[in-house]
């Protein structure tokens, strides 16, 4: 017999809430038309439980949960049903590390993402320098030299011939490396002599020539030239970005390195309907004071909440710009980059911890890991009084394997993106060696030592398709079905833990496990819908399944055709 959960004795008695601004008192909405989603398995989340034939809504707010007949029974009156049509159904998913802002610009700039070769990228910047203004700025985002035939990343030579007018930008998939033309460094004054800026580094050949390749904080020397992003243009990537992520199936995102004066828009957006997932807001650094005097914000309808803060520990495995405790086995000229020193890290972690402020890091790099939990315990430690934290470690890619137990010791939520190992271990055994790869991309290691894993994907440096994360947590394989022993096999995690990278676990990282993250009465409905069962079908075939319907607080906001 299946599991029935019932809320309440009598559905036309309730009152259901959402948030206030300031978390206080809730808002009170009188009940509504109940609704039941049936005609497919649905997942609860729930330990243990098996799928479950309905679950029924009203306000926004589940019911019900358990045997069609039973959750009709109990809805009583005439319920509106919603036909699944044999998708399935899960808690809604929730990309828990992307960059909301930058999925919508990827969407309106010139996208890189499918490039495959230098020659490739250079035909596409000619084609877009003639359709440019004179002295007019090209900029583009998402390549990424690993698997082109040339074997290298592209150069101002590469792009001179075809632009030697108009400035172009290149920006690497993952943000920490950008390659210029020459009518960029020339236009931002970089010449061979200029030094490298701290936490940066501009590439030169073999003469002392740079390159036009650019990593990390050397990207700040030529980003003037893009200008500011204007307020509609701004509010147009916004809007853009949900309606694809709702199309995807994600129905909530934590956004990453949000600039402070965009908080109030995003919250306007959301009241608004145009932006129509929910949004979990990590603030640059520049805005912890205001956030510190407000206190964790929500807007008017619950859907987005500010309260943490993201800095940056390193760079990127693909750039060499992360932080390794040994050189790089592929350029052991350099062990990457440390863009924090400690003496500046440590009153800003002080600061946030005694108020109350989750504190999330990007770190990829062995070294940027060990040194991250190390600043994080010295700052525990000094504040004994100061429990559940919940602060991140953003990416934790490369790990000492004596490190990965302190995650559970110290309570640090590790918030990993799935898709980085499937691309990265192309290229990662180069980069690190075959015996840096124990710690690398470590889900598996991380949970039975007693981690939770927020799970995300990074868009736009990923593609952000939750059906490819969850095929990378589960597989291990790239997306052709390749893998070896370099992959480490092993680390891969079951299904079940899956679903909770990419729903409670989340939910836990956010501070809203008890409103999110599993169909159970009383939480927030919040749903997935995948046009196959992706808890049991061939691994190979989640790459094949749809998005069916996305439901955010009881409304459909995604419907295929």
Not at 37 to 45: A, I, K, L
Not at 108 to 129: D, F, K, R
Not at 334 to 353: I, Q, R
Not at 460 to 466: A, K, S, T
Request: aromatic share 6%; with cysteine.
């Amino acid at each position: 017999m299946q599991r029935f959960f019932a809320l309440f004795a009598a559905l036309s008695a309730l009152l259901f809430t959402s948030c206030a601004r300031d978390g206080s008192a809730p808002l009170t909405k009188a009940p509504s038309q109940v609704t039941i989603f049936t005609g497919g398995p649905v997942y609860t989340g729930v330990n243990g439980a098996e799928p479950v034939e309905a679950v029924a809504i009203a306000n926004g707010v589940i019911l019900a949960v358990g045997s069609r007949e039973l959750v009709v029974d109990s809805a009583g009156g005439d319920p509106e049903i919603v036909d699944l049509g044999g998708a399935a159904l899960y808690p809604g998913f929730t990309d828990a590390h992307a960059h909301l802002l930058g999925i919508g610009l990827r969407e309106l700039t010139l996208n890189l993402e499918e490039v495959g070769s230098i020659a490739e990228l250079v035909s596409i910047v000619e084609a877009n320098v003639q359709h440019t203004g004179e002295n007019e700025t090209v900029y583009g985002r998402g390549w990424i030299e690993t698997g082109w035939p040339e074997g290298r990343m592209p150069t101002r030579d590469d792009l001179d011939p075809v632009s030697p007018d108009n400035p172009v930008l290149l920006t690497r998939a993952d943000g920490h490396a950008l390659v210029a033309n020459s009518a960029t460094l020339d236009a931002a004054g970089i010449t061979d002599e200029t030094p490298d800026p701290d936490g940066g580094k501009i590439e030169r050949d073999e003469t002392g020539r740079a390159t036009g390749i650019l990593i990390d904080n050397a990207q700040g020397l030529v980003r003037g030239l893009l200008g500011e992003t204007s307020e509609a243009k701004k509010r147009e990537a916004y809007a853009k970005a949900s309606e694809v992520y709702t199309s995807y199936g994600w129905t909530g995102i934590h956004a990453m390195s949000v600039d402070p004066a965009n908080v109030d828009m995003i919250e306007t957006l959301s009241e608004q309907g145009a932006l129509k997932l929910r949004v979990y807001n990590s603030i640059d650094q520049s805005g912890l004071d205001a956030l510190i005097e407000s206190g964790p914000r929500a807007s008017e309808n619950g859907h987005v909440i500010t309260r943490a803060i993201k800095l940056y520990m390193d760079g990127a495995l693909g750039s060499r710009g992360a932080a390794l405790m040994e050189p790089y086995s592929d350029r052991p000229d350099t062990s990457g980059l440390l863009l924090m020193k400690k003496e500046e890290a440590m009153p800003v972690l002080n600061k946030a911890l005694e108020a109350g402020v989750q504190v999330n890091t990007h770190a990829i790099g062995d070294r940027g890991n060990k040194l991250l939990l190390d600043w994080y315990e010295e700052t525990f430690a000094a504040h004994p009084d100061k429990t559940d934290l919940r602060w991140r470690d953003e990416h934790t890619q490369i790990l000492r394997t004596e490190d990965i137990p302190r995650y559970a010791e110290l309570g640090v939520i590790a918030s990993m993106q799935p898709s980085h190992a499937i691309g990265d271990l192309y290229f990662a055994p180069d980069r690190l060696g075959a015996d840096r790869l124990a710690g690398a991309y470590a889900w598996r290691s991380l949970i039975d030592a007693g981690a939770i894993i927020a799970g995300g994907s990074d868009a736009p440096v990923e593609r952000g398709d939750p059906l490819i994360e969850f095929y990378a947590a589960v597989a291990r394989r790239g997306l052709d079905g390749y893998q070896d022993e370099n992959w480490r096999p092993e680390e891969a995690v079951t299904r079940a833990e899956a679903l909770k990278i990419f729903t409670l676990w989340p939910a836990y990282a956010s501070f809203q496990e008890d409103t999110l993250g599993a169909i159970e009465p009383g939480k927030r409905a919040d749903f997935t819908v995948f046009s196959k069962d992706i808890m049991t079908v061939p691994e190979e075939e989640i790459l094949s399944a749809k998005p069916v319907m996305t439901v955010v607080d009881g409304e459909i906001v995604f419907r295929a055709e």
